[in-house]
């Protein structure tokens, strides 16, 4: 009777103790890259270039810091680097707030509108998440050529924001709106406006807050498009400056301050998510429908 | 205060026509109930009176303004739905002021008129609370107090007390009751529930398929029905109701018995409609029309018998006194006190 009452715990406990096993190895394995760019950017380029690279922070971190924001990067790319940090946290805002103010309005229009063509507008919507950027690529640049964007925020980020992926999921959601909360908004007198604005925009934020977050990431990681639209230095991404920082024989990289902006291009999504994070949990729990 | 008039009202979905023509006067401080089985049109009815719903033809004036074309605000009416349609993100306090904000009214009549809603509904504790921390009566009642506050010439309610189980309706049913009495406003209420609608209303409509088949107060209806739906809809256990031949004054029931009546037409075949409870138990001597029991259910004061006339395939269905002994398989004998008989056109379904 006591190995039968016990035996199924210790199962249990060596159950947990493997699941932890891999799951540790999990995070080791997705986590050690990030760690060993951290670990780079705290030693000097020949620290760096002599193998093997140490495991453990150098001495050289707030130097290479210090550095990175005072001229060095300037140097190399020719850019600030808070002028990178600038430029992709304004495109990539830009990017997220565009698809969201676009992508909400076209899904408010197709789902409580009743208008001619209101199908058809809704799978021109559709069919254009067969059209990536990457696919039309030619004539958006030509475009942007005419209308005299290239190297500006606009250029960067116009071609990028509209988005079906995220008009599709406000429509879902906007669908699951019970019919008589609409009534009974019209019964009290709110137009069309005060119903998105009292109504619709309050029980939406959780959804906001997601696609804000998918959509700022996306936006920060662009790299082809911001790749061909900008001439000038002063209007690079980091992303863009990172690889340009590179491009050199592989001697002639300066390692450091490549791991130092990696840590910078890394932070800022992260931080997206962890704040927002907590608003997703606080829109799930709080709102209903 | 508000009298509704509609007039030959019409309604078309795709050309199909589900509202075939209504009229009704609705007066000042009425009580009306549209009741009727699912899909016969009564909450399009309601929702057209609303606004919620295009007309196709006829017109509907309130306060003797035609409203055809306002929108739902401007026809100063209130509706409670159904499923309450509370807005979730707000507070019952904000539920029920959502409205009067909307209408630019000052903030201290607005708490004033919210505060004097909530005391007639006993909502006061729970003003600061969302919708979803309320139980589903709490809800009701919100969604009551949100077309209280506005005041408006009209009440108009969808199936309000459905969503809730069966001894809180009774309450609320109570409840509204005496709203309409303290208030004295016009009221349109939608309902498919037959108690509901004879307690509630002044005045009933019958709908059916797209028609009203009576408008009239619930004793009216139940008394003189004025159609064969209306007498099979409204009361329960449901009247019985079945072919028989007139013949010089005589009835020729299924099964071929033969019962002498009062107020018979001329030789021709009716509709004969007999209530379960106006059925008496007679002597074998006396006309009357036998009914073989198949079941009895006791319910204390009473028992409803169900059984058949005896050699035909029509079913019966008597109500009996709590004392009965009757059981499965008697042989009854019953026949309507004088007066208490119902017939109907076997064409057309009408009183006759």
Redesign the interface.
């Known amino acids: 009777m006591d190995n039968g009452a016990t035996s199924p715990l210790a199962a249990r406990g060596a159950a947990r103790l493997t699941a932890h096993f891999w799951m540790i190895l999990g995070v080791i394995i997705v986590a050690f890259p990030v760690y060993y760019v951290f670990i780079a950017s705290t030693h000097s380029v020949q620290t760096i270039l002599r193998p093997p690279l140490p495991l453990l922070p150098g001495s050289e971190g707030y130097e290479n810091y210090r550095g990175a924001f005072s001229g060095e990067i300037d140097r190399i790319g020719g850019v600030s680097l808070w002028r990178l940090l600038g430029n992709t946290t304004l495109i990539a805002m830009g990017i997220a707030l565009g698809k969201i103010a676009i992508s909400m309005a076209s899904a408010y229009a197709i789902v409580f509108f009743k208008f001619p063509l209101r199908m058809a507008c809704f799978w021109l919507i559709f069919i254009t998440l067969m059209l990536p950027v990457e696919v039309r690529i030619q004539p958006t640049y030509k475009v942007m050529v005419d209308l005299g964007l290239i190297d500006t925020y606009a250029g960067l980020i116009l071609p990028l924001i509209a988005s079906a992926t995220a008009t599709l999921l406000f429509r879902q959601f906007f669908m699951t709106i ?1 019919d ?2 609409l ?8 137009g069309p406006w ?1 119903f998105f604005k ?2 619709l925009w ?2 939406s934020l959780t959804n906001v807050a997601a696609i804000f977050v998918i959509q700022f990431i996306y936006g920060w990681t662009q790299y082809l498009w911001p790749l061909l639209v900008t001439n000038s230095n002063e209007m690079n991404t980091i992303v863009i400056a990172l690889k340009k920082m590179i491009s050199f024989a592989d001697a002639d990289t300066p390692w450091n301050l490549v791991m130092v902006t990696s840590v910078l291009a890394i932070l800022p999504p992260i931080l997206v998510v962890v704040l927002m994070q907590r608003w997703f949990v606080k829109g799930l729990v ?4 | 205060m508000a009298n509704i008039f509609l007039n030959d009202l019409r309604k078309n979905y795709a050309g199909q026509e589900v509202i075939h023509g209504i009229t009704m006067t609705i007066a000042d401080g009425e009580f009306v109930v549209i009741v009727g089985p699912s899909g016969c049109g009564k909450s399009t009815l309601l929702r057209m009176v609303a606004g919620l719903e295009g007309i196709s033809a006829g017109t509907i004036e309130i306060n003797d303004k035609v409203v055809n074309d306002l929108e739902p605000r401007q026809r100063d009416i209130a509706m409670v739905f159904q499923n309450y349609a509370l807005y979730p993100h707000m507070s019952v306090r904000e539920n029920m002021a959502y409205g009067l904000k909307i209408a630019k009214m000052p903030k201290a009549e607005i708490d004033q008129r919210v505060a004097k809603a909530a005391a007639m509904l006993e909502l006061e504790p729970y003003l600061d609370r969302k919708p979803r921390a309320l139980s589903g009566g709490q809800r009701q009642r919100v969604a009551m107090g949100r077309a209280l506050v506005r005041e408006p010439s009209a009440f108009l309610l969808d199936e309000p007390l459905s969503n809730l189980d069966a001894k809180l309706r009774v309450q609320m049913r109570l409840q509204i009751k005496d709203l309409h009495q303290t208030t004295g406003q016009t009221m349109l209420y939608v309902t498919h529930d037959q108690v509901e609608a004879m307690t509630l209303a002044d005045r009933l409509i019958v709908m059916n398929k797209g028609v009203a088949e009576q408008i009239a107060t619930p004793h009216e209806v139940y008394m003189t029905p004025a159609s064969e739906f209306v007498a099979g809809f409204i009361g329960s256990p449901a009247m019985n109701i079945f072919t028989v031949q007139v013949e010089a004054g005589v009835a020729v029931l299924p099964g071929g018995h033969r019962l002498p009546l009062a107020g018979l037409p001329a030789d021709r075949e009716v509709r004969l409609g007999l209530r379960p409870e106006d059925m008496e138990i007679v002597g074998d001597d006396t006309p009357g029309i036998p009914v073989v029991l198949r079941s009895v259910e006791w319910l204390g004061a009473d028992a409803f018998g169900y059984g058949m006339i005896e050699g035909s395939d029509v079913a019966i269905t008597l109500r009996l006194p709590g004392s009965t002994a009757a059981a499965r398989g008697q042989r009854l004998r019953v026949a309507p006190p004088e007066g208490r008989l119902h017939l109907f056109a076997s064409d057309t379904g009408k009183r006759l």
């Open positions: 019970p008589e909360l009534e009974a908004a019209r019964v009290d007198g709110a005060r009292d109504i309050p029980l709080e709102t209903e429908k």
